[in-house]
């Protein structure tokens, strides 16, 4: 044999020999489907699209190694036990918003949104800068869940109602769906008020069932067609002036990876939490031009009166709530502090910018 086909004989068979003592499924072997359940309709848009588009992003920041079967609300567990099945390991991600798991702990609210509590841009920046992600961690690590903020509605309309509301009294005994803490607002100003899954709220508002619905924005109500089956578009949404949309994940999994998967998973839950805010801003004010100008929808302000008491009603619950339990008052404690900042700086910047922008100049 010549010593040139003895090497290329040589080689081709330690590819081979190295082909057959590497794992065969290595490309394989190291991936892992997860499966995340929703408190949305199925690709709804905004809110079930973003758990899509974030499940997408891990399968493609982790190279493939993780991949994300989005399950919708009702698809695997209902809407509201989201929470639950993450907690007890039967998925390993839930994307909802943590007001909904309140009945939990009262301080989850603080981690969503609370009546007159903080925007969009503020939460996040008490979440990153302000101390809020380690009270989070504190409180959902009770629950052996790992939370994050995965994307932002902004700030929410008030909602739409079958009659107009002119004076507090119009409020008293109006049947709406509103759930956390604003809807307890709601019951203080006489109304009664139901919790329903996004799902069941068209149907309910059509027979009658309720008088009137918050959900979330002229994107998403748009897409429910409420228009179709309601008078009167309301604003300002003072019960949540920018819910965040959380990703939870069950602590064991969590736990499971490694540092560089940790860093990747909270890289794709901070894009999409920008990302998501952004969406929702650009959408929703296209989505309200076609509400008025194609379906004639009717807006209306809240009248001065009613947001007064509203504006107070909600402190007194707020601050009941903070009292439900020590945990419940130290993130009631970070929170507010960090709101007190922040109304202070708006006032001089954001509010302010906004007020000059408004006025009647050429531009």
């Given at each position: 044999?010549?010593?040139?086909?003895?090497l290329?004989?040589?080689?081709?068979?330690?590819?081979v020999?190295a082909?057959?003592?590497?794992?065969?499924?290595?490309?394989?072997?190291?991936?892992?489907?997860?499966?995340?359940?929703?408190?949305?309709?199925?690709?709804?848009?905004?809110?079930?699209?973003?758990?899509?588009?974030?499940?997408q992003r891990?399968?493609?920041?982790?190279?493939?190694?993780?991949?994300?079967?989005?399950?919708?609300?009702?698809?695997?567990?209902?809407?509201?036990?989201?929470?639950?099945?993450?907690?007890?390991?039967?998925?390993?991600?839930?994307?909802?918003?943590e007001?909904?798991?309140?009945?939990?702990s009262?301080?989850?609210?603080f981690?969503?949104?609370v009546?007159?509590?903080?925007?969009?841009?503020?939460?996040?920046?008490?979440?990153?800068?302000?101390?809020?992600?380690?009270?989070?961690?504190?409180?959902?690590?009770?629950?052996?869940?790992?939370?994050?903020?995965?994307?932002?509605?902004?700030v929410?309309?008030g909602?739409?109602?079958?009659?107009?509301?002119?004076?507090?009294?119009?409020?008293?005994?109006?049947?709406?769906?509103?759930?956390?803490?604003?809807g307890e607002?709601?019951?203080?100003?006489g109304?009664?008020?139901?919790?329903?899954p996004?799902?069941?709220?068209?149907?309910?508002?059509?027979?009658g069932?309720?008088?009137?619905t918050?959900?979330?924005?002229?994107?998403?109500d748009?897409a429910?067609?409420f228009?179709?089956?309601?008078?009167?578009?309301?604003?300002?949404?003072?019960?949540?002036?920018?819910?965040?949309?959380?990703?939870?994940?069950?602590?064991?999994?969590?736990?499971?990876?490694?540092?560089?998967?940790?860093?990747?998973?909270?890289?794709?839950?901070?894009?999409?939490?920008?990302?998501?805010?952004?969406?929702?801003?650009?959408?929703?004010?296209?989505?309200l031009?076609?509400?008025?100008?194609?379906?004639?929808?009717?807006?209306?302000?809240?009248?001065?009166?009613?947001?007064?008491?509203?504006?107070?009603?909600?402190?007194?619950?707020?601050?009941?709530?903070?009292?439900?339990?020590?945990?419940?008052?130290k993130?009631?404690?970070?929170?507010?502090?960090?709101?007190?900042?922040?109304?202070e700086?708006?006032?001089?910047?954001?509010?302010?910018?906004?007020n000059?922008?408004?006025?009647?100049?050429e531009?």
């Amino acid at each position: 044999m010549k010593r040139r086909d003895f090497l290329s004989g040589a080689a081709a068979a330690g590819a081979v020999a190295a082909a057959s003592s590497f794992p065969r499924p290595a490309l394989a072997q190291g991936t892992r489907e997860l499966k995340m359940v929703t408190a949305w309709p199925k690709n709804f848009p905004g809110l079930g699209t973003a758990a899509e588009r974030l499940g997408q992003r891990i399968a493609r920041m982790t190279g493939g190694r993780f991949t994300v079967k989005v399950f919708a609300a009702g698809e695997l567990v209902p809407a509201f036990e989201a929470f639950d099945a993450v907690s007890s390991g039967t998925a390993e991600m839930y994307h909802g918003s943590e007001y909904y798991w309140q009945g939990k702990s009262k301080a989850f609210n603080f981690f969503s949104n609370v009546p007159f509590g903080l925007t969009g841009p503020e939460i996040n920046a008490w979440l990153y800068h302000g101390g809020g992600q380690a009270l989070w961690d504190e409180l959902a690590a009770g629950f052996k869940v790992k939370g994050f903020a995965a994307s932002n509605t902004g700030v929410q309309m008030g909602g739409w109602y079958n009659r107009e509301i002119n004076t507090l009294e119009d409020f008293k005994g109006l049947k709406i769906r509103m759930p956390g803490l604003g809807g307890e607002v709601m019951r203080r100003l006489g109304a009664a008020v139901v919790n329903l899954p996004g799902g069941e709220i068209f149907p309910a508002l059509q027979s009658g069932a309720i008088d009137a619905t918050e959900w979330v924005g002229p994107w998403n109500d748009l897409a429910f067609g409420f228009y179709k089956v309601a008078k009167y578009y309301y604003s300002p949404g003072f019960h949540e002036p920018g819910a965040t949309i959380s990703a939870g994940f069950n602590l064991d999994f969590w736990n499971s990876l490694s540092a560089e998967d940790k860093a990747i998973m909270e890289a794709a839950c901070g894009a999409e939490n920008d990302y998501g805010l952004a969406e929702f801003n650009a959408r929703n004010a296209d989505a309200l031009r076609t509400l008025v100008n194609d379906h004639k929808v009717q807006h209306r302000l809240f009248p001065d009166e009613a947001i007064r008491q509203i504006g107070k009603l909600s402190g007194d619950v707020v601050r009941e709530v903070a009292a439900a339990d020590p945990m419940t008052t130290k993130v009631y404690e970070s929170f507010l502090a960090f709101r007190k900042k922040m109304v202070e700086w708006g006032r001089l910047a954001d509010q302010a910018y906004f007020n000059a922008r408004a006025l009647p100049f050429e531009y």
